[in-house]
């Protein structure tokens, strides 16, 4: 396989992550939407990598899939008391908990 094949594979996901996290109300969906462009950067990661004949892109990768383990476990705890607290996660009213 080549290059350019994973590469588009890791625009598309970057795109689809993208149109979720600006186009989505729901918090969860926005979260998922954070995890595939956290993928499509792993993508391509580990694509260079493989290309370079590095080790360095997978390393790199380990890093951002413990990031989005962290990310993953703040996001759900701060969704979870927004639903506690409104019983919905919509995030667009999110700006009610001022104060």
Not at 33 to 55: C, M, P, Y
Request: glycine share 8%; net charge neutral; charged share 15%.
């Amino acid at each position: 396989m080549y290059l350019n094949q994973f590469l588009l594979l890791s625009a598309a996901l970057f795109a689809i992550g993208v149109y979720g996290v600006l186009a989505r109300r729901n918090g969860v969906l926005v979260l998922m939407s954070i995890e595939l462009i956290l993928n499509a950067v792993n993508i391509n990661l580990v694509s260079f990598a493989a290309f370079r004949d590095s080790i360095s892109g997978e390393v790199f990768a380990l890093f951002v899939i413990a990031v989005a383990a962290a990310e993953v476990g703040v996001g759900l705890a701060m969704i979870l008391l927004l639903y506690r607290n409104r019983r919905n996660i919509d995030l667009t009213e999110i700006d009610l908990m001022k104060g």
